[in-house]
C-alpha cells in the first residue's frame, strides 16, 4: 500500500472510531486515535498476513487492548470482518467489544490486563524461531503499561535470548488514565531505558506514515529485538480532545461528535 | 514425585517434540535430566513467573506443549493472572508444575506453604487440577494426561521414594481412587498426606471403626458421580488436605453433599488460619494444624462420636 492510502487507511480507521465510540456511547477515544496512524502502517503495510488462520502469519497483539476499535477499522479494512461485527462495536453477543478477544478473526491474542501483551509476544517469537518460521511478532504497548513489572520481565528475556523477530512499539502520547505520565510516575529517558535493557531503540513521529513503515519493517540482521517508541498525540486529529485527560474515558455527545468527524475528514 | 515427573516428561519429549519445559529458575538436580537431553527445548526465563507463563502462552498458540516449572505458590498466585488471561482464556495447553503442596518446604516457611493453590485454581471452570498422591500415581497421571486440551496444573510433591500403600499409583480420569471401603466414616485425602490418612484409617479400624479410605487425585473437574456415589454410603465423611479448609477439598466436598443433598456431616481437616510465624519440620507443622497421624485419629473420633 503506497503512502496516500496509508493516509486514506489512517482517516478510514479514524471515522470508525468516532462511529464506532459514538454509536456505542463508549470512551478510549483518545487512546484510539493516538495509534490509527502505527495501526495504518502494520495493516496497510507492514504485516504479512495472507490471511487470518494462516500459522506463518505475522503476529500482532494490541497489549493496550482497550484501544481495540483502531483495530477492529483496520480489520474491517483488510476484509477481515464484516461490517455487521465492526458496527455491532459493543453490542450484545458480539466479540468486538472494548478489548480484543481473540474469537474473532484477525486478533491473534485476547489482552485487556495490560502488561500481558509482551509476554504473549515473546513466547509467540521464540515459537517462530524454534519453529525456524521467519514470521514476526508486533506488540504494541502504552507507555504507561510500562509502569507493569511484568513488561520488564519480558523486556529482559527477548534481550537475553536476542528475539531479533519481535517488535514492540511503543505508544508514546505521555498519558495515563488519570494524568500525564510525568506526573504519575516519570517513564523518561523511555528509548535509554529500552536500549539500557539490550534493545535496538528506534524513536520516530508516531503520525508520519513513512517514517513510522520505515521503522517497524526495519532489518532483523541484528542480533536484538526492536523497539519503537512511537511519540504520538492523545487524541491526535480532532483538536478538542488532543492531550485532554477527560478522552480517555469520556464518550461524545452529539455536538462533540460532528466536530471531531468533521476534523478528521478534514 | 518431582523428579519421577520431570523423568517421565522427558521420556514422552522423546516422541513429541511439541513438549517444552521452561523454569522460573527453580528445580535443581531435578530439571537436569530433561534440560541435559533436549537443551534447545528447555528454557530457564529468570525469577519471573508472569513471563514464564505469558511466553508459554504464545508458545502455546503456535503449537507448543509448554511446561512451566516453579514452585507452587509462584506457579499459581505470583502467576495467577497470566495463566487466567493466557491458556485459560485461549484454551492452550499450557502446563504449570508447582512444586510442594503443602508443607513440603517446611522451615522456608509461610511464603512457600502452598495451602491456598488448589482454591484459587478450583474456581477456575477450564483448568485441570492434578493433585498426585505419591511419584507412582505422578508419573501414570501424566502420562494419562499430557496431551489432553486446555491447560493443566499438576501439583506435586518433593517426595520420590515414599508411596501410598495400596494405591499402586492407579489413577483413572473422572474417577477418584478407593483404598478401602467402609460404613462409620469415608476419609478423603488430596496429595501426599493420603499416606497419613491411610495410617490413620488403619488405626481406627484396628479400634473397631469400619473406615473408608479415598483419594481425590483429579480435583478438577471433580469426579462428582463417583464422590456422590461414596457419600451417599456413609454418614460421615472426613476430608485431608495440607490446604486451607476452604477452597480446597473440604469444599469441594461439602459443595457435593449440598447439591445433592446428601445426608452425611463433613469434617474437613485442613489448615485454619494463617500459617506465619514458628517452623519446623514438615511434620511438626502439619500436626500444628491436626494432620499428623495422631490428629486425624483424633479428628475423625470427634467426628465419630
Redesign the interface.
Known amino acids: 500500500m503506497h503512502d496516500d492510502s496509508l493516509r486514506a487507511l489512517a482517516r478510514e480507521i479514524r471515522v470508525a472510531v468516532l462511529t464506532g465510540a459514538k454509536r456505542a456511547n463508549v470512551g478510549h477515544i483518545g487512546s484510539a486515535l493516538s495509534i490509527a496512524d502505527i495501526i495504518a502502517a502494520l495493516y496497510g503495510r507492514v504485516l504479512r498476513i495472507e490471511r487470518p488462520d494462516d500459522?506463518d502469519r505475522d503476529r500482532f497483539i494490541l497489549s493496550k487492548g482497550h484501544a481495540a476499535l483502531a483495530v477492529y477499522a483496520a480489520l474491517r479494512a483488510r476484509g477481515w470482518i464484516d461490517e455487521e461485527t465492526l458496527s455491532g462495536y459493543c453490542t450484545d453477543a458480539t466479540f468486538a467489544g472494548t478489548h480484543p478477544d481473540?474469537h474473532l478473526p484477525g486478533i491473534?491474542?485476547?489482552?485487556?490486563?495490560l502488561?500481558?501483551g509482551?509476554?504473549?509476544?515473546?513466547?509467540?517469537?521464540?515459537?517462530?524461531r524454534?519453529?525456524g518460521s521467519g514470521r514476526r511478532?508486533f506488540v504494541l504497548v502504552s507507555d504507561a503499561e510500562c509502569n507493569e513489572?511484568?513488561v520488564w520481565?519480558?523486556v529482559?528475556?527477548a534481550a537475553?535470548h536476542r528475539l531479533s523477530n519481535l517488535v514492540a512499539i511503543v505508544d508514546a502520547n505521555g498519558q495515563q488514565a488519570l494524568d500525564h505520565t510525568h506526573r504519575v510516575l516519570d517513564l523518561s529517558p523511555l528509548e535509554a531505558r529500552w536500549a539500557a535493557f539490550g534493545w535496538r531503540a528506534h524513536l520516530v513521529d508516531g503520525h508520519d506514515l513513512p517514517e513510522l513503515c520505515g521503522a517497524l519493517s526495519g532489518d532483523d540482521s541484528s542480533a536484538a529485538p526492536r523497539v519503537v517508541l512511537a511519540q504520538t498525540v492523545f487524541g491526535r486529529g480532532v483538536s478538542f480532545m488532543e492531550r485532554a485527560i477527560k478522552w480517555h474515558y469520556m464518550p461524545m455527545n452529539d455536538d462533540e461528535y460532528r466536530q471531531a468527524l468533521d476534523q478528521v475528514n478534514h | 514425585m518431582r523428579k519421577a515427573f520431570i523423568r517421565t516428561l522427558t521420556e514422552l519429549a522423546e516422541d513429541d517434540e511439541r513438549i517444552l519445559l521452561l523454569t522460573g529458575d527453580l528445580g535443581y538436580t531435578v530439571i537436569e535430566t530433561f534440560a541435559e537431553r533436549f537443551p534447545r527445548r528447555f528454557f530457564n526465563v529468570g525469577v519471573a513467573e508472569q513471563n514464564l507463563v505469558g511466553i508459554a502462552t504464545g508458545l502455546a498458540e503456535a503449537g507448543y506443549i509448554p511446561f512451566v516449572y516453579s514452585i507452587a505458590t509462584f506457579a499459581v498466585m505470583r502467576a495467577y493472572e497470566f495463566i487466567r488471561n493466557g491458556p485459560l482464556a485461549h484454551d492452550l495447553p499450557v502446563r504449570i508444575i508447582g512444586i510442594g503442596g503443602g508443607f513440603e518446604y517446611p522451615s522456608a516457611g509461610f511464603t512457600h506453604y502452598a495451602v491456598d493453590d488448589v482454591g484459587v485454581m478450583r474456581v477456575q471452570p477450564r483448568l485441570t487440577i492434578i493433585a498426585p498422591a505419591d511419584h507412582e500415581q505422578a508419573v501414570t497421571a501424566l502420562r494419562a494426561t499430557w496431551r489432553q486440551k486446555g491447560a493443566i496444573y499438576y501439583r506435586l510433591g518433593k517426595d520420590d521414594v515414599n508411596t501410598v500403600p495400596g494405591l499402586n499409583g492407579r489413577f483413572e480420569a473422572g474417577r477418584a481412587q478407593v483404598l478401602s471401603e467402609g460404613r462409620d466414616i469415608l476419609l478423603i485425602a488430596m496429595g501426599p498426606i493420603a499416606r497419613q490418612a491411610g495410617e490413620a484409617a488403619r488405626r481406627l479400624t484396628a479400634h473397631g471403626h469400619s473406615v473408608g479410605l479415598m483419594i481425590v487425585d483429579t480435583v478438577n473437574p471433580p469426579p462428582v458421580d463417583h464422590l456422590r456415589h461414596a457419600l451417599t454410603a456413609v454418614p460421615v465423611a472426613m476430608t485431608v488436605e495440607a490446604h486451607y479448609r476452604v477452597g480446597g477439598l473440604g469444599s469441594l466436598v461439602s459443595e457435593i453433599v449440598a447439591e445433592h443433598a446428601l445426608g452425611c456431616r463433613v469434617a474437613r481437616c485442613g489448615v485454619a488460619d494463617m500459617p506465619v510465624g514458628r517452623t519446623g519440620s514438615d511434620a511438626w507443622t502439619a500436626a500444628q494444624h491436626g494432620l499428623s497421624t495422631e490428629g486425624l485419629v483424633a479428628s475423625a473420633l470427634r467426628a465419630l462420636s
Request: a negative charge; hydrophobic letters at 40%; proline letters at 3%.
Open positions: 500459522p481473540h491473534d491474542f485476547s489482552t485487556g490486563s502488561g500481558q509482551l509476554s504473549f509476544g515473546t513466547g509467540a517469537a521464540l515459537a517462530a524454534l519453529q511478532v513489572g511484568s520481565e519480558s529482559m528475556f537475553h
